[in-house]
């Protein structure tokens, strides 16, 4: 009996431990995550844009971010091919403190392809409308971001040819009482700050000795015709056969523009929303 009485003090008092973790853990505070989905164009995408850079170094763990940027879209090919229609789905996904959706465009809405050019002054204002009205609609916070500047200079001057979208964007933002990241105003203000030539360092690849001659006289070169990417034979058919072509322009970043833009808009952003502050990264 002795025995017995032993035996079942030493279980309760191994099960005890046990039972005192299973109560912490029960206890403990659920997570309150915050989610950011980043809509745009290429200026923003993944390998040719700030996206990569905000969402790796410049959030918390406690944020979801995620990047939907794609190259060459506009304000009505993003619509148009169903990429809007996915970032909607991920606004709407419940489980969050908070969601926002950064949406970037300018760049293709000045295309003169079909396909992607918009109207600047009527039909680019409208879809940015019609896009801040779905996501509020999906229980998100919507924030307008004016679209990075490219790196152009004539007469030693920087040419920021979407100043004027930038200010379709920033009346649209203040008619909707939207949050602005004023992007534009910004890497303007950064990359004539720095000048043609070191500039040039913010690409995805040096340029050629034309180009630097041409940017050191104050006014760059026509941008250069992108490569023809071909994927090269897998030597393992199993391999990742996915490939990304990198380029010499001033339109896309590499990884030392993808940091400095990154930390503007994560600056910016910080000033616009103010309750996203404790989560960003400077």
Same mark, same amino acid.
């Given at each position: ?14 099960? *005890?431990? #046990? *039972? ?23 200026? !923003? #995408? ?40 996915? #970032? ?87 008619? !909707? ?49 992108? &490569?023809?990417?071909?994927? &090269? *034979? ?23 523009? *993808?940091?400095?833009? #990154? ?20």
């Amino acid at each position: 009996m002795t025995i017995r009485l032993l035996a079942g003090a030493a279980l309760l008092l191994a099960a *005890a431990p #046990a *039972a005192a973790q299973q109560r912490e853990r029960t206890d403990a505070p659920p997570i309150e995550p915050y989610k950011i989905v980043l809509v745009g164009d290429s200026t !923003m #995408a993944p390998h040719s844009g700030w996206g990569a850079a905000f969402c790796a170094r410049h959030v918390k763990s406690s944020v979801a971010c995620l990047n939907l940027g794609r190259g060459g879209r506009s304000t009505r090919s993003y619509r148009q091919e169903g990429s809007w229609a996915v #970032a909607l789905a991920e606004a709407r996904t419940p489980g969050y403190r908070a969601r926002y959706v950064l949406i970037q465009f300018g760049h293709n809405d000045q295309s003169s392809r079909p396909e992607r050019w918009t109207e600047q002054t009527s039909e680019f204002p409208a879809n940015l409308r019609r896009f801040v009205e779905e996501v509020r609609a999906a229980g998100a916070v919507p924030v307008l971001v004016t679209p990075l500047t490219r790196r152009e200079f004539r007469g030693g001057k920087l040419y920021n040819n979407l100043a004027s979208w930038s200010d379709q964007v920033r009346k649209v933002a203040a008619e !909707m009482k939207a949050p602005l990241v004023d992007l534009n105003a910004r890497s303007a203000v950064a990359v004539e700050r720095m000048g043609a030539v070191t500039a040039m360092q913010l690409a995805q690849e040096p340029p050629s000795p034309e180009e630097r001659a041409a940017g050191e006289a104050g006014t760059t070169l026509a941008p250069r015709p992108a &490569p023809q990417a071909r994927p &090269p *034979a897998p030597s393992d058919p199993r391999a990742p056969r996915g490939t990304v072509t990198r380029k010499f322009d001033y339109t896309h970043v590499g990884d030392v523009g *993808a940091e400095l833009f #990154a930390r503007l808009v994560v600056r910016e952003l910080a000033a616009a929303v103010p309750a996203l502050r404790s989560q960003l990264l400077p």
